[in-house]
């Protein structure tokens, strides 16, 4: 039991990139979530998916797009990396609302 | 927007002392609130949660209190450990819309917590 994996783990861009996160869990959780993390801002949320098939809008979601085509995956991308995205990105999922979230080990993403 | 204030930022303590991190939430329908502990380079780990029916609960050192009138929750570290250094989120509970179905939490921006042997 893996529980919530994320790849890669560490990248590097150049303006204008595109890349995608990868993020899978084998819990069967039906809730999963990508959130950012910068030094003092603590974790914000950039998009999320109540299922298979749907994905909605957080707190932060500009300049990135998702999809969850699969239950266990959930993909973020991002078409053109700006500077303003260097970040560390973790990925969660949770079983169901009012349920604790558990997160993968994140990626550190740079883009220069 | 709904946000979660988290104080202090930074806190330092002696080994064996106790520490306390405070946070206050404005959405009133919040009904879930859970504790991570982040150590540097690693992921969030849950450390302990409460709801809103329960107002105090521990777990060996750790304890965590609800006031759901004055929108704030506290956690408690009892006879604190140099193990026990890293940063804590508080976070609670919010709605998203989509009919009720979109679920997640706000963060509080965390405190960096030191332990000093």
């Known amino acids: 039991n893996a529980g919530v994996t994320q790849t890669p783990k560490f990248r590097v861009l150049k303006t204008g990139q595109s890349m995608t996160l990868l993020c899978a869990q084998d819990m069967n959780h039906e809730y999963m979530y990508w959130y950012r993390q910068d030094p003092g801002m603590g974790l914000r949320l950039i998009h999320y998916s109540v299922g298979e098939g749907t994905t909605a809008k957080g707190e932060v979601p500009d300049g990135y797009n998702v999809s969850r085509l699969k239950k266990q995956n959930f993909l973020l991308g991002l078409e053109s990396a700006a500077p303003s995205q260097t970040s560390v990105y973790f990925c969660?999922?949770?079983?169901?609302?009012?349920?604790?979230?558990?997160f993968g080990d994140g990626t550190r993403l740079s883009i220069l | 927007g709904e946000n979660v204030e988290q104080h202090p930022s930074t806190l330092s303590v002696q080994e064996g002392d106790s520490a306390v991190i405070k946070c206050t939430y404005s959405d009133s329908a919040s009904n879930y609130f859970p504790w991570y502990k982040q150590e540097l380079g690693k992921r969030p780990q849950l450390i302990i949660d409460i709801r809103s029916n329960v107002g105090e609960k521990k777990d060996q050192r750790i304890a965590v209190t609800l006031n759901k009138t004055a929108k704030h929750f506290s956690l408690h570290i009892t006879e604190t450990q140099p193990e026990d250094s890293a940063v804590y989120f508080c976070a609670a509970s919010i709605f998203l819309g989509g009919g009720g179905q979109g679920f997640s939490f706000i963060f509080g921006k965390g405190t960096r917590l030191l332990v000093k042997p």
């Open positions: 969660a999922s949770s079983y169901s609302v009012n349920q604790p979230q558990h």
